[in-house]
């Protein structure tokens, strides 16, 4: 069965960076996209961004431009999100979320606590 | 980007009873090439990640039950649950695909009366 396995929960302090692991099985890795969607507290769901596993094309969120990464590694059907310069703002939790390069977001990560406090 | 809005914010319904959840996108979502409009809808339990439970604004995604049904096109969509069951209190989310940022609506929360 598709199952995508996200990394723990984080405390970081303001200016800092943080790095979201998304392990996927179930399914042919190279054959779909990872998406990054957010939540913040008691909010609703914004997207931050899309990579391709077939050939690593990444796609992000503009407001976010210029201070989030994401990448994979095809040896272990993981992708990784990296937020940097951490503002409490960016307080959410984070899911990595599966698609078939159509956009709709078929299967879901459990979700990582991103907490930013000084 | 597109503006996704959804109505109502809350609802209210019986058990057993109709409910009808609205999605507004500020533009077309019609996909020229197939014909079809992009927009999925997701449920979200308190603690969990969001459900998809329909894409391709009307295609069922497997295993979800038969009460829950998409419909609509261009730029007004909805989401009708036909016979509300205790299970489905949740947020339901409407979220375009047509083009990036993917955007979702405000989530609209389902509540049995």
């Known amino acids: 069965q598709v199952q995508l396995v996200q990394s723990g929960a984080e405390v970081k302090k303001p200016g800092a960076s943080v790095k979201v692991s998304c392990k996927t099985s179930g399914y042919t890795f190279t054959s779909y996209g990872i998406n990054w969607v957010r939540q913040a507290p008691g909010q609703g769901l914004e997207w931050m961004g899309w990579i391709s596993a077939y050939n690593g094309n990444t796609n992000y969120a503009q407001k976010l431009q210029g201070r989030v990464t994401v990448t994979i590694d095809t040896s272990t059907s993981t992708a990784y999100m990296e937020l940097r310069s951490l503002r409490s703002d960016d307080t959410a939790v984070y899911y990595c979320?599966?698609?078939?390069?159509?956009?709709?977001?078929?299967?879901w990560g459990q979700g990582t606590r991103v907490t930013v406090s000084s | 980007d597109i503006v996704m809005t959804q109505s109502p914010d809350s609802l209210a319904v019986s058990l057993g009873e109709r409910a009808t959840i609205n999605c507004r996108s500020s533009?077309?979502?019609?996909?020229?090439?197939?014909?079809?409009?992009?927009l999925a809808w997701y449920q979200q339990k308190p603690g969990q990640p969001p459900k998809m439970l329909i894409y391709?604004?009307?295609i069922r995604e497997s295993g979800v039950p038969d009460r829950f049904s998409g419909g609509g096109s261009g730029t007004d969509f909805t989401l009708t649950i036909s016979s509300l069951q205790a299970e489905d209190v949740a947020v339901y989310y409407c979220?375009?695909?047509?083009?990036?940022?993917?955007?979702f609506g405000q989530g609209t929360k389902l509540e049995i009366k």
């Open positions: 533009q077309s979502v019609l996909y020229s090439s197939n014909n079809k409009n992009s």
């Open positions: 979320a599966r698609d078939d390069s159509s956009g709709y977001f078929d299967f």
């Open positions: 391709w604004a009307s």
């Open positions: 979220q375009q695909f047509y083009s990036t940022p993917y955007t």
